[in-house]
């Protein structure tokens, strides 16, 4: 590709007039006529400062280093723009001699910097080995002992060693020109031989050092960090680079995925995939997006959770299914949700609650002790300089009654289950909230009156995991009659740190229940609840084939994840979490 100049189309500006867009030849941007000049005329000025102190250079080796030195020294004191031309100048030029390839096809690595620790890190204070292995990193930091010695260090996989690389050990011509090349950031490739240095440290002592991938652009200064929020997690790649502790919570989330797929398998559960977009949004009480299929013409929902086609499965003979994927809810962004999300969802055939209940504990809490070994773990819901929990997972979990206890709490007595959902029980549920200040916007339905109040006099005192158990029908459109309350469902959902990790029911197999239950969540979308779910008909027609007794189950895999990575915030634990566009 030449660096020539290129005239681009005219674009107009932010005050409307025309400007002709012109390529740098260093950097490759697209900008105005008046920035090519302005940069052209201040590389004239540095190339012929530059020229000037190369023509008044010393003779010597050392002196050589020291001006090596001195221009590194320099590039930190330039701002990331500054640096960046400056940097992208000199690969350029490097990709049109080739001496060497700055961008390399391979690098044969025999180890990864943690087996080398591993396999050498036994060796004796200033003892080097014979043979020669070749392994990779990115630099983070590079310093001189004068000309012919260069100290690296190296990282990679969470981990870090030292290179020493000395010019006697060198078998490259251009010893100095080869590491006067490299820079902080920069990927490289070294063959030498493993030892340590008579202080102890292990490192490697290179042969060669083969620059690998450049880095353009300044990486944030060591002491200094990579700490802004907002750039980290708009940045997550730089973010990775510098912190290694949100390496170790990523890790930790595929651990914990990997545990959860393991413990399924094993118990003969068959993992699936069922389509993210619907005709219907169904199978959660949630504000679904909305796309369109362009060859069939038709709008679309993302999906929501994938409840209605699992238990469609469980209908046709697949008594133990399970899906880890992701869930779009239109909602709001906070602290705690993310509008797609991460979940896995169960359905066991011949199974209750109760069973799932008992295999919720035994999940988490054998989760928590591979992971940790210990049932214990520290978590600071309001960021690492606010005061600790202690989350306990040890079984059994606490259990509560959703209404006895908010009777207890309250002082006073609800009305019969099946009275709720009537006005006289909504009058109920509205004057209470009135009552003790609990905030409940329109519309004012029974179901998110009494949410309301759960979420202000319930869910604050689970620290450690705890069942909330009892909801009423209105609530669970989904979940089966209790089997002795009237009114009530066969419903739990576990609790932890204050916040909602599992939800699961005795499902409702009884295919006319479930149409009554459809018709009284219509009425509620009609009364302006944009959550409530509409009448899935394919869904009601497989119930009418026969779903057997069975437990479902769903857990936010996000949330939980939060909370054993010790996370106040969900886009810590989300790779690239969803963001508000920059300004500029």
């Not at 221009?71 to 400056?86: I, M, S």
């Not at 080739?98 to 620790?117: D, M, T």
Request: charged share 30%; proline share 6%.
């Amino acid at each position: 590709m030449s660096d020539v100049t290129t005239e681009q189309p005219p674009v107009k500006d932010t005050t409307g007039q025309e400007q002709n867009l012109q390529k740098d030849p260093v950097t490759g941007e697209m900008i105005s006529k008046s920035e090519i000049k302005r940069r052209t005329k201040q590389r004239e000025k540095e190339a012929a400062k530059a020229a000037k102190a190369a023509a008044a250079a010393p003779a010597t080796a050392n002196a050589t280093a020291d001006k090596a030195k001195s221009a590194e020294e320099g590039e930190e004191e330039l701002n990331p723009n500054q640096y960046f031309e400056l940097r992208s100048k000199s690969i350029r030029h490097l990709r049109e001699t080739q001496q060497p390839n700055p961008y390399p096809h391979k690098f044969h690595v025999e180890l990864s910097l943690p087996a080398f620790i591993a396999k050498y890190n036994g060796l004796e204070a200033g003892e080097r080995l014979e043979e020669v292995v070749t392994v990779s990193g990115r630099i983070h930091n590079k310093r001189a002992s004068g000309a012919k010695l260069r100290f690296y260090d190296l990282h990679g996989e969470g981990v870090k060693v030292q290179i020493m690389a000395a010019a006697q050990d060198s078998e490259e011509e251009g010893y100095t020109e080869i590491h006067d090349l490299l820079r902080r950031g920069d990927i490289v490739g070294v063959r030498g031989v493993p030892g340590k240095t008579k202080r102890g440290e292990l490192s490697i002592f290179p042969k060669s050092v083969q620059l690998l991938s450049p880095c353009l652009r300044m990486l944030p200064k060591a002491n200094y960090g990579f700490k802004d929020q907002e750039l980290r997690y708009r940045q997550r790649w730089i973010d990775l680079i510098m912190n290694n502790n949100v390496r170790e919570k990523f890790t930790t989330r595929a651990k914990i995925i990997s545990y959860l797929r393991k413990f399924l398998d094993t118990r003969g559960f068959l993992e699936v995939e069922t389509p993210m977009m619907n005709q219907i949004a169904g199978g959660a009480t949630a504000k679904p997006f909305v796309t369109h299929h362009n060859d069939l013409k038709l709008d679309m929902f993302m999906r929501i959770a994938p409840e209605l086609y699992l238990k469609m499965l469980t209908v046709g003979g697949l008594d133990r299914v399970y899906e880890i994927g992701r869930q779009f809810r239109n909602e709001s962004i906070d602290l705690t949700h993310n509008p797609e999300f991460t979940t896995c969802e169960f359905y066991m055939a011949y199974a209750d609650m109760y069973d799932v209940m008992s295999l919720t504990e035994e999940l988490l809490s054998g989760m928590v002790m591979s992971l940790f070994g210990s049932y214990k773990v520290e978590y600071h819901p309001h960021g690492p300089t606010e005061p600790s929990i202690e989350i306990d997972f040890s079984p059994p979990f606490r259990r509560m009654d959703m209404i006895e206890t908010l009777e207890e709490k309250l002082n006073v007595k609800f009305p019969p289950g099946d009275k709720l959902q009537e006005p006289e029980g909504n009058k109920f549920l509205s004057d209470l909230c009135i009552k003790h200040n609990v905030d409940c916007s329109a519309p004012r339905t029974s179901a998110r009156l009494l949410d309301k109040l759960v979420g202000d006099f319930l869910e604050v005192t689970c620290i450690s995991p705890a069942f909330i158990t009892g909801h009423p029908m209105m609530m669970s459109p989904l979940a089966k009659k209790h089997r002795e309350k009237p009114g009530f469902c066969e419903r739990f959902e576990l609790f932890v740190a204050t916040k909602e990790v599992c939800n699961a029911y005795t499902e409702l197999n009884d295919p006319f229940d479930q149409r009554e239950r459809f018709a009284q969540q219509a009425s509620d979308k009609d009364a302006g609840d944009d959550e409530a779910q509409v009448i899935d008909e394919t869904f009601c027609q497989a119930l009418e084939y026969g779903l057997p007794p069975t437990g479902g189950w769903g857990m936010g895999i996000d949330r939980l994840t939060m909370f054993l990575t010790n996370s106040n915030n969900i886009k810590e634990v989300l790779l690239f979490p969803a963001m508000k566009p920059e300004e500029n």
